[in-house]
């Protein structure tokens, strides 16, 4: 189990003293008791001993061995100590302390498992900061508070060499014994517990926020320990307010960065901000020929063009030209996009229905052939002069306007390089606009 105090000393919340508690319970310790008496070790044991005792007319000596799971630390502490609480056994099958029972307290420096060590199987310690416990002087004396910040710091340092903490008596002569409770006790308020303390100091919050309207933008940074702030907006240009406001001069994308300090680091801080105009939507349009119009994009500051001209039938041209299939009203909308986001524009088209395609019987004089064609197309428009021909795809979309060569009232169209498909003839005369569907193969 591991318990973590936060305690703020100073009003600006910039220093702290952190206390953490690890007492590992029965589900999570690692701790076993070996004797040299026994073939085996015991990894279920109840307690911690460190004895040398008579078992049954045999002089057997006794050692234990604990790990700790150890927290990370912060990259900067000061302070830093560590103690280690070991409770009595108060329900040991075993005799309690017993004699000049000052104990050895050595790191570790070999893996183990506490499953399979046993006496003739123990792993390696080093002396190197090992700390000597006084004799207990009663029987159920707890030791609390035994200073092992030089051992801890050790096992942080070299963390790659270190697997925890061996307990033996300081010298193995009979009649001594300390015995103590083990993860596995079932209280569990005498569990080993090992508190390790530091100060520390908060540094500045890593982040500030901004809000953009067109080219304007207000920045703010909350940490009320920090005291001062150097802003730099990506184009020369900077700040040295904590919450600044800045128009900026262009459109684009600028790495604004922040350099913020207390008492206990500098930090700098950097994001993207995208500042741009906002999308004023306009547009206008010119009915050409009853179903036939064109469109004219009135708006700044826009990158992409979306044109719904109300049927299923859309275009991304800037200034799209559309023939519709029937008069009547028309819903037309333009989304316009940018990197600061969509506007949307629309407006009603009322376009006359008289020369629509539902009006095709009406020009029976004018032929269309071949239909279906390939590189080209002829039209014969009887006593009818042709002054324009427009070729419109599927869409809508116009693809060419022809300059015709005529002989009489016979006019040659060219196809080369169209995609197969249905294509719409519109045909301008002296008496009106006509239109012809053909199939281009």
Not at 239 to 250: G, I, K, R, V
Not at 419 to 441: H, M, N, P, W
Request: charged content about 20%; glycine content about 6%.
């Amino acid at each position: 189990m591991l318990l973590i105090s936060l305690i703020i000393l100073s009003q600006e919340m910039i220093y702290a003293q952190v206390e953490i508690r690890i007492r590992p319970g029965i589900e999570d310790n690692k701790d076993a008791y070996v004797n040299s008496l026994y073939v085996y070790g015991y990894s279920n044991h109840q307690s911690l001993i460190a004895s040398a005792w008579s078992y049954y007319g045999e002089f057997g000596i006794g050692r234990s061995f604990i790990d700790f799971s150890l927290p990370s630390l912060p990259d900067s502490i000061t302070n830093f100590s560590a103690r280690l609480d070991l409770y009595y056994d108060y329900s040991a099958t075993h005799v309690g302390h017993y004699g000049d029972n000052s104990c050895v307290i050595e790191r570790i420096i070999q893996p183990w498992d506490e499953n399979s060590i046993d006496w003739f199987n123990q792993p390696e310690v080093t002396t190197v900061s090992s700390v000597i416990t006084s004799p207990t002087l009663y029987e159920n004396q707890n030791l609390i508070g035994i200073n092992v910040t030089d051992l801890i710091d050790d096992m942080y340092e070299d963390a790659q060499n270190s697997y925890g903490l061996r307990l033996s008596l300081l010298a193995e002569n009979l009649y001594r014994s300390l015995i103590l409770a083990s993860g596995d006790h079932p209280d569990e308020n005498i569990r080993p517990c090992l508190v390790i303390s530091y100060d520390t100091c908060i540094k500045p919050i890593d982040r500030f926020h901004f809000e953009v309207e067109d080219l304007h933008c207000s920045f703010q940074y909350n940490d009320h320990s920090v005291n001062s702030w150097n802003w730099n907006f990506g184009n020369g240009y900077g700040s040295y307010l904590q919450n600044p406001e800045y128009t900026f001069a262009d459109e684009g994308t600028y790495y604004v960065c922040l350099e913020v300090a207390n008492s206990c680091d500098t930090v700098l801080i950097c994001d993207s901000v995208i500042v741009c105009q906002a999308i004023l939507p306009s547009f206008t349009y010119l009915v050409q020929d009853s179903l036939h119009v064109k469109f004219f994009n009135q708006s700044v500051g826009v990158d992409d063009f979306y044109w719904d001209f109300g049927n299923g039938y859309f275009s991304f041209l800037e200034n799209p030209e559309f023939l519709f299939s029937e008069g009547g009203k028309h819903i037309v909308c333009l989304s316009l996009i940018n990197e600061c986001g969509l506007s949307l524009i629309c407006d009603t088209i009322n376009l006359s229905p008289s020369l629509g395609f539902e009006n095709i019987e009406l020009n029976t004089d004018i032929l269309v052939y071949p239909n279906p064609a390939t590189d080209v197309i002829f039209v014969q428009s009887g006593s009818r002069k042709i002054h324009r021909v427009e070729l419109y795809n599927d869409l809508g979309i116009l693809e060419d306007v022809y300059s015709l060569s005529t002989v009489g009232f016979k006019y040659t169209l060219p196809l080369q390089n169209r995609t197969s498909g249905l294509y719409i003839l519109r045909l301008v005369t002296e008496d009106g606009c006509f239109t012809k569907r053909v199939i281009v193969l």
